[in-house]
């Protein structure tokens, strides 16, 4: 199959994508309003509290600074969500059958919910960073800062979103798929995001310090804040890759099983 023929059958797959997206649209605003709503509780009515437990005459205005990047992220993590189920259901409903008896590119539905869900996840991205500037977020980054930030939050959803088409592609049910990416969901919220590592237990910090959630928001606040960003470019650059890599593989081998089952 010519490579045209791959790009407009995946562009079809795309549209696809972006139209049946909206058919959840629970799941679409419960990933825009979680991180918006945690971003407020947070600044609004601990952020005080939080701001003066990091030391240095920090408040509320520079705990939203430290806060904003971790709610960007999160964002990035809610966005499988919607994926996983959309997988699910073409698998258990049995549309991916019948595509593969369609004179299509085999590989155009993974591409077009691939680039479907990082687009959507991007676009809520955006709209949680409106809020968290109308709120009085003021990062120092220069546009190359920008868009280094950028390009690291779009690498993380293009990889999560790989690793959610596997999580649905595996679940035996929609309902399923969504209840598997919780753990993906919540492990952020053991990191770097809402405290400095340094102020948990040991037990937790430890964990929080070797996942890979913690140098990718350090990098991504870092990026953006003007603050030191030490090895931790390096190290969320290499969890990012592994799990793109372990997604990819993973959700081609599971969507290609489940496919022919």
């Excluded at 407020?40 to 430290?66: C, H, P, S």
């Excluded at 109308?134 to 959803?157: I, N, Q, R």
């Amino acid at each position: 199959m010519s490579s045209s023929y791959v790009v407009t059958d995946s562009l079809t797959m795309l549209r696809r994508s972006l139209r049946h997206g909206i058919r959840y649209p629970v799941m679409l605003v419960s990933s825009l309003v979680t991180p918006i709503i945690l971003l407020l509780m947070f600044v609004y009515i601990l952020g005080g509290t939080m701001g003066a437990g990091m030391g240095g005459g920090a408040g509320r205005g520079e705990y939203l600074n430290y806060i904003a990047p971790s709610m960007i992220l999160l964002t990035v993590c809610y966005g499988g969500g919607t994926t996983a189920v959309m997988v699910s259901v073409d698998l258990t409903e049995g549309i991916v059958k019948r595509f593969r008896t369609m004179p299509i590119s085999r590989s155009a539905v993974l591409t077009g919910h691939v680039i479907g869900g990082t687009i959507r996840t991007m676009a809520t991205v955006a709209l949680v960073l409106v809020v968290a500037l109308l709120m009085g977020f003021s990062p120092t980054s220069t546009p190359v800062e920008w868009l280094a930030a950028l390009g690291l939050l779009t690498l993380l959803g293009i990889a999560l979103t790989w690793l959610s088409i596997a999580f649905g592609a595996q679940a035996k049910s929609p309902g399923g798929a969504n209840t598997a990416m919780l753990p993906l969901q919540l492990l952020p919220l053991v990191s770097s995001a809402f405290v400095p590592t340094d102020s948990m237990p040991t037990a937790v910090r430890l964990f929080a310090e070797y996942q890979p959630f913690t140098p990718i928001v350090d990098t991504v606040r870092g990026l953006l804040m003007g603050s030191e960003i030490g090895n931790s470019g390096y190290l969320a650059m290499g969890w990012l890759i592994g799990i793109l890599l372990v997604g990819f593989f993973w959700a081609r081998t599971a969507f290609n099983r489940h496919g022919r089952s």
